[in-house]
């Protein structure tokens, strides 16, 4: 198993940057893909970002491409998320997610296996 905890989150006017990050402690790092989600009061979660395990691929949302950054240092077993030209409509709760799966690059919810508390990004404009 694998335990999550995301950090980074806060208030941020619209055109700024906020790096999110997501320390995982017990089982390696390396040993899963992780992805980043998102989830907005009345809507549904969807996946920001994902990396795979050794960060050879990547997946972003069409909303965050060219914003939005994820990058892993499993050796530290921390992911980032590094936001840039924030908008209002990227404020949610921001989760980081473990996904065991070592061969695709899943952006299902419910793929991956274990995640963290969360933490709140509010963009004002």
């Known amino acids: 198993q694998v335990q999550l905890v995301e950090s980074g989150g806060g208030l941020v006017q619209a055109g700024g940057s906020l790096r999110l990050s997501c320390v995982a402690s017990?089982?390696?790092?390396?040993?899963?893909?992780m992805g980043w989600f998102r989830q907005a009061p009345g809507k549904e979660r969807e996946c920001v970002a994902a990396?795979?395990?050794?960060?050879?691929?990547?997946y972003y949302v069409d909303s965050v491409k060219g914003r939005f950054t994820i990058s892993r240092d499993n050796a530290k077993g921390t992911v980032y998320l590094q936001m840039t030209s924030l908008k209002p409509e990227d404020t949610a709760v921001y989760y980081c997610?473990?996904?065991?799966?070592?061969?695709?690059?899943?952006?299902?919810?419910?793929?991956?296996?274990?995640w963290g508390q969360g933490t709140q990004v509010t963009v004002s404009s």
């Open positions: 017990g089982r390696a790092l390396s040993n899963y893909a």
């Open positions: 997610a473990a996904d065991p799966s070592l061969v695709k690059l899943h952006i299902g919810a419910r793929d991956y296996d274990y």
């Open positions: 990396i795979s395990w050794n960060g050879g691929r990547t």
